[in-house]
């Protein structure tokens, strides 16, 4: 099944795309999905014959500059001159290791999106719900998601809860993107099609049955795993410019030592030392640190850029920048880890700042003179933090084999607030055993918030914590909480945090607003 046989899967009704694949709500039988499995192979990123890494060293050599620069040690050797000869090829070695390490990270790309495909998933085959090796999914599988799961390959949703999955690996969009099941009437790029869920995702929230529609290199994945694979590095122009000088020079070095040889031999010197004349005269047109003074300049350029928080892959790309006049960018942070941090949080007047970075909860609170809060002003907030917590049903997980890192299940966003509670020094399991969550309203685009209804306090009452766009959350309050004590919400109140909301959301920071009840 082809990638451009797809999209046609989303504007189908989920009873359409079940008769379409020839499969029912109960799954496919054992027979039946071996038979498919054969068809369509393994569910599977397909790698193209690697070559060894012992080639795409030596291949460096290929380069006009590098031949010349062995030729030049060549003839110095010839000449005696043992000195420039190791100098010759220790600027060989260190240019075309350069070279050796740009091309290595390139081929690292594929197996970064490997690691994107899970091990293992849940489907129903027979009417039974059962784990598989996800290799061994195949099309009109019917597969079950849960919140903090991997999408094994792309799937048609048939049902689901409360569905919203982390689609920046294949969008760039940083929030979760709420599903449904409804078929879409009108042609929709990929980022809107929002009833198929696809490999290389993860479920933030919620849980669903979706159908597989495509596996392995036909998935979207598979398709930029291809393309990945299928890249052409063209030259760059300096490159290009680079070559054409080492012909001319190589040109040129013949041309006068085939000019040079008969008049050295016509003015009484022997052959020998006509050639060795000859020679020696020719070999110093060549610029020996041409190469590695250019690859040398490039590299100390892209060290610039990376303190600057810049990442360049190849050094070709920083004489790229420099011939550049518009430059087309995305939105911050969709491309790079997808994590969210807390770094500062307001509660009254206090403004307070937090340290660390990412979802490991190594941090402290400091206040607005950048000194560490004591434990006893911190106890005063202790409600604050449990309300970001108790709101929020994201996990953070340590890290173990699959993750070199603290990470999150779930929405991110949320996964930013109970690392802040965590940092609090709140401990989040015992606080979600304690205080039982009786029902939760998701998130909408109409209420602009979500709420949590809770058991909580020593008497066990009703309550709400409840968290959304600032502008919503005052909306709905009718006093405020500060270090401990509640007040009035007064309108010198709400002025002071919609102007505190937009001076930190113009310094591209999102905002919250936290509130129980």
Same mark, same amino acid.
């Given at each position: 099944?082809?990638?451009?046989?797809?999209?046609?899967?989303?504007?189908?009704?989920?009873?359409?795309?079940?008769?379409?694949?020839?499969?029912?709500?109960?799954?496919?039988?054992?027979?039946?999905?071996?038979?498919?499995?054969?068809?369509?192979?393994?569910?599977?990123?397909?790698?193209?014959?690697?070559?060894?890494?012992?080639?795409?060293?030596?291949?460096?050599?290929?380069?006009?500059?590098?031949?010349?620069?062995?030729?030049?040690?060549?003839?110095?050797?010839?000449?005696?001159?043992?000195?420039?000869?190791?100098?010759?090829?220790?600027?060989?070695?260190?240019?075309?290791?350069?070279?050796?390490?740009?091309?290595?990270?390139?081929?690292?790309?594929?197996?970064?999106?490997?690691?994107?495909?899970?091990?293992?998933?849940?489907?129903?085959?027979?009417?039974?719900?059962?784990?598989?090796?996800?290799?061994?999914?195949?099309?009109?599988?019917?597969?079950?998601?849960?919140?903090?799961?991997?999408?094994?390959?792309?799937?048609?949703?048939?049902?689901?809860?409360?569905?919203?999955?982390?689609?920046?690996?294949?969008?760039?969009? @940083?929030?979760? =993107?709420?599903?449904? &099941?409804?078929? %879409?009437? +009108? *042609?929709?790029?990929?980022?809107?099609?929002? /009833?198929?869920?696809?490999?290389?995702?993860?479920?933030?929230?919620?849980?669903?049955?979706?159908?597989?529609?495509?596996?392995?290199?036909?998935?979207?994945?598979?398709?930029?795993?291809?393309?990945?694979?299928?890249?052409?590095?063209?030259?760059?122009?300096?490159?290009?410019?680079?070559?054409?000088?080492?012909?001319?020079?190589?040109?040129?070095?013949?041309?006068?030592?085939?000019?040079?040889?008969?008049?050295?031999?016509?003015?009484?010197?022997?052959?020998?030392?006509?050639?060795?004349?000859?020679?020696?005269?020719?070999?110093?047109?060549?610029?020996?640190?041409?190469?590695?003074?250019?690859?040398?300049?490039?590299?100390?350029?892209?060290?610039?850029?990376?303190?600057?928080?810049?990442?360049?892959?190849?050094?070709? @790309?920083?004489? =790229?920048?420099?011939? &550049?006049?518009? %430059?087309? +960018? *995305?939105?911050?942070?969709?491309?790079?880890? /997808?994590?969210?941090?807390?770094?500062?949080?307001?509660?009254?007047?206090?403004?307070?700042?937090?340290?660390?970075?990412?979802?490991?909860?190594?941090?402290?609170?400091?206040?607005?003179?950048?000194?560490?809060?004591?434990?006893?002003?911190?106890?005063?907030?202790?409600?604050?933090?449990?309300?970001?917590?108790?709101?929020?049903?994201?996990?953070?997980?340590?890290?173990?084999?699959?993750?070199?890192?603290?990470?999150?299940?779930?929405?991110?966003?949320?996964?930013?607030?109970?690392?802040?509670?965590?940092?609090?020094?709140?401990?989040?399991?015992?606080?979600?055993?304690?205080?039982?969550?009786?029902?939760?309203?998701?998130?909408?685009?109409?209420?602009?918030?979500?709420?949590?209804?809770?058991?909580?306090?020593?008497?066990?009452?009703?309550?709400?914590?409840?968290?959304?766009?600032?502008?919503?959350?005052?909306?709905?309050?009718?006093?405020?909480?500060?270090?401990?004590?509640?007040?009035?919400?007064?309108?010198?109140?709400?002025?002071?945090?919609?102007?505190?909301?937009?001076?930190?959301?113009?310094?591209?920071?999102?905002?919250?607003?936290?509130?129980?009840?």
């Amino acid at each position: 099944m082809s990638t451009s046989e797809q999209p046609h899967y989303y504007r189908l009704t989920s009873d359409d795309t079940l008769e379409q694949l020839q499969t029912t709500g109960n799954g496919l039988s054992t027979a039946e999905a071996v038979s498919r499995l054969q068809q369509y192979g393994r569910n599977e990123l397909a790698v193209k014959h690697k070559e060894p890494i012992l080639f795409t060293y030596l291949k460096q050599v290929k380069d006009p500059m590098i031949i010349l620069l062995l030729a030049s040690s060549v003839i110095s050797y010839y000449l005696g001159d043992v000195r420039t000869t190791t100098i010759l090829i220790v600027l060989v070695l260190f240019n075309i290791t350069i070279g050796f390490l740009q091309e290595f990270k390139a081929e690292r790309v594929l197996e970064s999106l490997e690691r994107l495909v899970v091990d293992e998933a849940t489907v129903i085959r027979n009417g039974q719900r059962l784990p598989i090796s996800t290799a061994e999914i195949v099309v009109g599988d019917i597969v079950y998601l849960e919140e903090g799961n991997a999408v094994p390959a792309d799937l048609r949703i048939i049902d689901e809860d409360e569905l919203s999955t982390n689609d920046f690996a294949l969008t760039g969009e @940083s929030n979760p =993107t709420r599903k449904f &099941t409804h078929a %879409i009437r +009108t *042609d929709v790029p990929l980022a809107n099609r929002h /009833n198929l869920v696809f490999m290389g995702t993860t479920v933030a929230t919620g849980y669903a049955h979706g159908v597989v529609i495509s596996t392995g290199m036909q998935s979207e994945l598979g398709r930029i795993a291809n393309l990945s694979q299928a890249i052409k590095n063209d030259a760059s122009p300096l490159q290009k410019e680079m070559r054409h000088i080492a012909t001319r020079i190589t040109q040129g070095t013949i041309i006068l030592c085939t000019l040079l040889l008969p008049a050295a031999t016509a003015s009484g010197l022997t052959m020998k030392d006509a050639f060795l004349f000859a020679i020696g005269i020719a070999s110093s047109l060549i610029p020996q640190g041409l190469p590695a003074e250019i690859n040398t300049a490039l590299a100390q350029a892209a060290s610039k850029l990376a303190k600057a928080r810049a990442l360049v892959k190849k050094l070709s @790309s920083v004489e =790229t920048l420099g011939a &550049t006049n518009v %430059i087309c +960018t *995305d939105k911050t942070g969709t491309l790079t880890k /997808n994590q969210m941090t807390v770094e500062q949080f307001l509660i009254g007047t206090s403004l307070y700042g937090v340290t660390g970075a990412g979802y490991e909860p190594a941090g402290v609170l400091v206040d607005s003179k950048n000194e560490p809060v004591d434990a006893a002003d911190q106890q005063k907030l202790d409600l604050f933090f449990v309300t970001a917590a108790l709101a929020s049903n994201a996990t953070i997980r340590q890290p173990d084999e699959k993750h070199a890192t603290w990470y999150c299940l779930g929405d991110p966003t949320e996964g930013a607030l109970v690392t802040l509670a965590m940092k609090s020094g709140i401990n989040i399991e015992q606080l979600n055993k304690q205080y039982t969550e009786v029902k939760e309203f998701a998130f909408d685009s109409g209420r602009k918030c979500m709420s949590s209804l809770r058991q909580y306090g020593d008497k066990q009452e009703l309550y709400v914590f409840a968290k959304g766009a600032p502008e919503s959350i005052l909306e709905r309050c009718a006093t405020i909480w500060d270090h401990g004590k509640e007040k009035k919400l007064t309108d010198k109140d709400r002025a002071s945090i919609l102007k505190a909301n937009e001076q930190s959301a113009s310094q591209a920071m999102r905002n919250l607003g936290l509130a129980y009840r």
